[in-house]
T-cell receptor, first 113, second 114 residues
Framework: NAGVTQTPKFRVLKTGQSMTLLCAQDMNHEYMYWYRQDPGMGLRLIHYSVGEGTTAKGEVPDGYNVSRLKKQNFLLGLESAAPSQTSVYFC????????????FGPGTRLTVL | AQTVTQSQPEMSVQEAETVTLSCTYDTSESNYYLFWYKQPPSRQMILVIR??????QNATENRFSVNFQKAAKSFSLKISDSQLGDTAMYFC???????????FGDGTTLTVKP
C-alpha cells in the first residue's frame, strides 16, 4: 500500500494564480482531511470530508475549496493564491471509528510570491 | 470548541534518559479520544500512542507511555530510554466522539542529544 500520497511536493505560485493539490489514499478510508502547518502554529484544519461526495469546513476554510468526487481522492483548490497561504499542506485520512488515528501524507510545500 | 495546549515549544534530552512532554485540553465532553503523533524531520507524521477517555488505565507502547489525568484534563507523554530517532516534533490531539475531526496542539520539538 502506498498509504496517503500528495501531489505536488513543492510549488511556487504568484499572487492571484490558482492551483489544485491532490491527495490520494488506498486504504479505503471514509474520512479525509486537509491541514496547513505554519511555524509555531501547529496543524490547522482547512476542510474535511466524512465520505464520498461530502465536505465540511474546518477552522481556516477561507480562500480554499475542496471536492471529494471519489472516495480515494480529496482535492484542495486555491482559486486566487495570496502570500498568506504560503505554508506546508498536509492531507490525512482515517477510518470511521473515533479511536482510529489519522494517516498523514508527506506534505506539499507551497510558496506564494 | 475544544482547545489543546502544549506549553513546551522545545525540549531536549540526553540519549537514554527520560523526558515528559505535557499536553492539556479543554472540553465539556465526558467521552473522547486523545492521541500523540510524531513528525520526524522531513518525514510523515505517525501515531505514537492513543488513549480513550473512559479507560482509567494509562496507555503504553514500548518506551512510550502516557499520564492521563481526566479531572485535570492533562495528557502527558513520557519517553523512556530516549533514542536519537526520537528527535521529532510531537503533537497532542483531541477527538470528540462522533466529531469526525481532531484538534491538534501547536507541537513540541524534541531533540535527543548523543
Amino acid at each position: 500500500n502506498a498509504g496517503v500520497t500528495q501531489t505536488p511536493k513543492f510549488r511556487v505560485l504568484k499572487t492571484g494564480q490558482s492551483m489544485t493539490l491532490l491527495c490520494a489514499q488506498d486504504m479505503n478510508h471514509e474520512y479525509m482531511y486537509w491541514y496547513r502547518q505554519d511555524p509555531g502554529m501547529g496543524l490547522r484544519l482547512i476542510h474535511y470530508s466524512v465520505g464520498e461526495g461530502t465536505t465540511a469546513k474546518g477552522e481556516v476554510p477561507d480562500g480554499y475549496n475542496v471536492s471529494r468526487l471519489k472516495k480515494q481522492n480529496f482535492l484542495l483548490g486555491l482559486e486566487s493564491a495570496a502570500p498568506s497561504q504560503t505554508s506546508v499542506y498536509f492531507c490525512a485520512s482515517s477510518l470511521e471509528r473515533d479511536y482510529n488515528e489519522q494517516f498523514f501524507g508527506p506534505g506539499t510545500r507551497l510558496t506564494v510570491l | 470548541a475544544q482547545t489543546v495546549t502544549q506549553s513546551q515549544p522545545e525540549m531536549s534530552v540526553q540519549e537514554a534518559e527520560t523526558v515528559t512532554l505535557s499536553c492539556t485540553y479543554d472540553t465539556s465532553e465526558s467521552n473522547y479520544y486523545l492521541f500523540w503523533y510524531k513528525q520526524p524531520p522531513s518525514r510523515q507524521m505517525i501515531l505514537v500512542i492513543r488513549q480513550e477517555a473512559y479507560k482509567q488505565q494509562n496507555a503504553t507502547e514500548n518506551r512510550f507511555s502516557v499520564n492521563f489525568q481526566k479531572a485535570a484534563k492533562s495528557f502527558s507523554l513520557k519517553i523512556s530510554d530516549s533514542q536519537l530517532g526520537d528527535t521529532a516534533m510531537y503533537f497532542c490531539a483531541f477527538k470528540n466522539t462522533n466529531a469526525g475531526k481532531s484538534t491538534f496542539g501547536d507541537g513540541t520539538t524534541l531533540t535527543v542529544k548523543p
